[in-house]
């Protein structure tokens, strides 16, 4: 039995010892572990920031939060979104959601001509919420270069326009429902993911 016992700790002491001196290449570990937070130009309809700059952080490799802000046509706008990433190669298709804020015309009015009855129309819009649905592809390079590209839904939470003067047509108001309210997402992002300094020391 003793023998038995001394055989195994024997076994288990030099397998620890050769696994410990094992040497791995940078290239052995996923791209997104390797490199983990990165900053982007953002471009989309209905997108993160609508035109703007984002910021990704990769908190595992097939996790990944989505921050940012720009300008769009409801206002200036703030917004996170949680994506789960597929794979774990350079290249991955994934699925996201998000929420989004802006803060609409800041009390201004805009006046506008209805498309079909020359009338102006006056109106405010007010500060938004979106619940934000997508699914997209990600890519990482070895480099650093990121590109995102992804398809989706945006539901506006909260009615957001306050009409002043005027009365829509029913054109008018569908292009008030494209311009300020729920739609289809389209959006793009480039910008580089920066290398993780602390993944070194971790073999």
């Not at 993160?48 to 990704?56: C, D, R, S, V």
């Not at 200036?76 to 959601?97: E, N, T, V």
């Not at 590209?149 to 029913?170: R, V």
Request: proline share 3%; glycine share 14%; aromatic share 16%.
């Amino acid at each position: 039995m003793n023998r038995i016992l001394i055989i195994i700790l024997f076994t288990v002491f030099f397998t620890g010892s050769a696994f410990s001196q094992a040497k791995f290449k940078e290239t052995d570990f996923p791209i997104r572990m390797r490199r983990t937070l990165g900053i982007n130009a953002n471009l989309g309809w209905n997108g993160l920031t609508g035109i703007g700059l984002a910021m990704q952080y990769y908190v595992v490799p097939k996790f990944a939060l989505d921050a940012g802000a720009g300008i769009s046509s409801t206002g200036y706008k703030f917004g996170i979104r949680g994506r789960y990433i597929f794979l774990k190669k350079k290249f991955s298709p994934f699925a996201g959601g998000g929420f989004i804020y802006s803060t609409g015309s800041l009390d201004q009015a805009i006046t506008l001509e209805d498309i079909t009855t020359g009338n102006d129309i006056t109106f405010k819009i007010l500060p938004s919420r979106f619940l934000q649905f997508v699914v997209g592809g990600d890519l990482v390079t070895g480099g650093g270069f990121f590109l995102m590209f992804d398809l989706g839904y945006a539901w506006l939470l909260n009615g957001n326009m306050n009409i002043i003067s005027g009365n829509p047509s029913p054109d008018m108001s569908r292009v008030f429902r494209i311009a300020y309210g729920s739609g289809i997402v389209f959006e793009v992002s480039i910008g580089y993911i920066f290398k993780n300094k602390g993944f070194g020391s971790r073999f």
